[in-house]
């Protein structure tokens, strides 16, 4: 058992790998991010990190969300190191720790799975990562990979109903969808059975509960409505609409990477991962790898640092 954790510290959860367990906090960098309390019980243990909350926009610029982090994580945990974008351990702040989470990942994929397309679907967003290119994915920026298709801004919690979808058949009628936050992909997914109410692990829209029928109202409130007025079907109906164009976003990229990397196959994970093998029929990391697989960044980071130096 490695003697080693792993952290990944994202903009709204920190996931943190310890001996066989796994544990995921909600802990937004845009509010006040008691991240040091969280790891403080760590304090003891060496930890590798990698992160991707320098984005969040409670800072000023990356920088200033490196340093934080850095910073807020050695004050809870002292025997720190910072994964990079380079594939090396860093002990201060650098540029090059920006989301660096899922470098890491295919830093400890690539040599099981050295002709695939690794697909990490998680509760933001979804990463597309070839692994047979390895070396060209070092130093790669989150506005590299949006430009490359190398990650799809969807996830399986927190993204808006209206960031994937314009309009819904609902009960017979092709309805626009309001811009407003009204629900987002965990209700989606929850009323869909594609998640559980304990999988709804993010704040909801309108700060109510979980429940199957809860989750109905808000998505009748995406085009305007209540559940009392289009019912049950017509709530369903704007659910089934969204998953049917999320699956359809990531699937169009990840073909599109396949083809232009000669990729051969798909490997999954991320608390998305069923989707995922649902859409290719693949290999879905999570019935191997169990818990894991929902946190692949900090377990990776973790395997990643028991066999490498720090540069």
Known sequence: MSDIIGVDVGGANLKIVDGDSVVIHYCPMWQDSPLTEILRPYSHKKAAVVMSGELADGFKNKEEGIRFIVDSVKAGIPDSVFYGMDGCFHEDPTALLAAANWLASADFLQEDYPDAVFVDMGSTTTDIIPLNSFDSLKGLTDLDRLRKGYMVYTG??????????????????????????????????????????????????????????????????????????????????????????????????????????????????????HIISEIFNCRDLSKEMGVYSDAMPAYAVREVAERKERC
Do not use: W
């Open 156 to 273: 399986t919690l927190r993204t808006t109903v209206p960031a994937v979808l314009r309009s819904a058949i609902v009960n017979g009628f092709e309805t626009l969808v309001s811009s407003e936050y009204f629900a987002q992909s965990a209700d989606v997914h929850l009323v869909l059975g594609n998640i559980s109410e304990d999988d709804y692990s993010t704040p909801t829209a309108d700060g109510t509960g979980t429940s199957y029928g809860e989750c109905l109202q808000r998505l009748s409130r995406v085009v305007c409505s209540d559940l009392s007025e289009i019912g049950e079907k017509g709530a369903l109906s704007i659910a089934q609409a969204f998953y049917d164009e999320q699956k359809y976003q990531i699937k169009r990229q990840v073909e599109r990477v396949m083809e232009e990397t000669g990729a051969s196959s798909v490997v999954a994970a991320g608390i998305g991962s």
